[in-house]
């Protein structure tokens, strides 16, 4: 008797310990750095009495090709809408149940339909609007730049940085030169690549998180970033930190959601996407984020200084300058052979 009392003891002991029965489900996410308020990741694990986790990439190139490798599964991912077109291609998102998404279908703001490239959501949901300019110090230049020839200053030589991105910088090298940002034209990038070499003398790095951090702290006084990376930080130092964008013209897009091909939980997927369409919480994560999600009744209540602040929304004046970046098929491959010549050029 009393060795089956210690057995049966041992074997509840051990059920406890391992956390057999009932599990919570994990809604897995695969996003850009500091893009969700988490506290509406709180939020939804309350209602929906699961667990979120998430993991983040730097790049759609970083992105799309751990995806594409199957290394990890995930229930929900942020692509940008250039990207989402090619993945949907190769068949790596599932369809949309929109029956599951009533919050996307009477929020979603149709100002910002022509800066999506996926206007049916067949397949994924606008998530934020992005746009890229440039980050400066106030207190180091006092005179704000207004162009991409700043990058040309040998005076900040190595206190400057741009992004770790061939779409981005070589479209700002194109813009630059008055070219489209999706220009296919070997000429035209070829030029634009001789513009990046030179810049490249005077940056310290290329990169895609920690310029932020260097702004803030002073180490970079220039840096090519995201509006809405640099927003933040100029929420904590306003009097220091300043956004232009460029006159000569910039990029914007688009990052969606989508549901990967083999999914886990798909129906927990749906219901995160309608969760951040709800107003409330899409006014709260703009304020988060610092960077406008097209969602009509969420902008309108944001209060005045977000509304009006140029870095997170762009006045139409400034807009107009702005280009959607496009998926370019087979095209792509000019940009990565420019771009390796460049990363390999010393």
């Known amino acids: 008797m009393h060795v089956r009392l210690i057995l049966t003891t041992l074997a509840l002991s051990l059920l406890a310990f391992t956390g057999c029965g009932p599990q919570k489900p994990v809604l897995h996410l695969y996003t850009w750095a500091d893009y969700i308020d988490p506290e509406l990741l709180r939020a939804f694990e309350k209602t929906h009495a699961c667990s979120v986790k998430v993991d983040t990439f730097d790049s759609n ?24 077109v090619l993945m949907k291609q190769q068949n790596m998102v599932q369809k949309l149940d929109k029956s ?51 990058f040309d200053n040998a005076e900040l030589k190595g206190r400057m940085a741009l ?3 061939h779409r981005e910088t070589i479209g700002a090298a194109l813009k630059f030169l008055g070219y489209s940002f999706n ?30 951090t260097a702004i803030a702290s002073g180490e970079f006084t220039v ?20 956004f232009i964008y460029p006159s000569e013209g910039f990029s914007n897009a688009c990052d969606e959601m989508v549901i990967p091909k083999n999914a886990a939980n798909p129906e927990l997927a749906h219901a995160f996407i309608n969760f951040l369409y709800d107003p409330d919480n899409a006014a709260q994560n703009i304020a988060y984020i610092c960077t406008v999600m097209p969602n009509k ?44 010549t460049i990363k390999a050029t010393e």
């Open 61 to 84: 190139e970083t992105m799309y090709a751990k995806m594409q490798a199957g290394s990890d599964t995930y229930d929900l991912a942020f692509p940008s809408s250039y990207q989402i």
């Open 100 to 150: 599951k998404l009533p919050n996307v279908a009477t929020q979603f703001d149709t100002a910002y339909a022509a800066m999506i490239l996926n206007p049916d959501m067949d397949y994924s949901v606008p998530y934020a609007i992005t746009f890229t300019g440039i980050a400066y110090r106030k207190d180091k230049l006092p005179t704000p730049p207004t162009s991409w020839t700043i």
């Open 163 to 165: 992004l770790n991105d």
């Open 183 to 212: 220009s296919v034209n070997p000429v035209e990038l070829e030029k634009a690549k001789a513009v990046v070499l030179r810049w490249k003398k005077n940056i310290a790095k290329f990169d895609n998180e920690q310029y932020k």
């Open 223 to 242: 840096a090519q970033g995201y509006n809405g990376d640099i927003a933040q930080t100029m929420a904590e130092d306003p009097e220091k930190i300043g």
């Open 297 to 340: 009744s969420g902008i309108a209540k944001l209060p005045k200084e977000i509304h009006e602040n140029p870095a997170i929304i762009p006045p139409n004046s400034v807009l107009s300058k702005s280009e959607v970046i496009r998926e370019l098929g087979e095209n792509n491959k000019l940009y990565t052979a420019t771009w390796d």
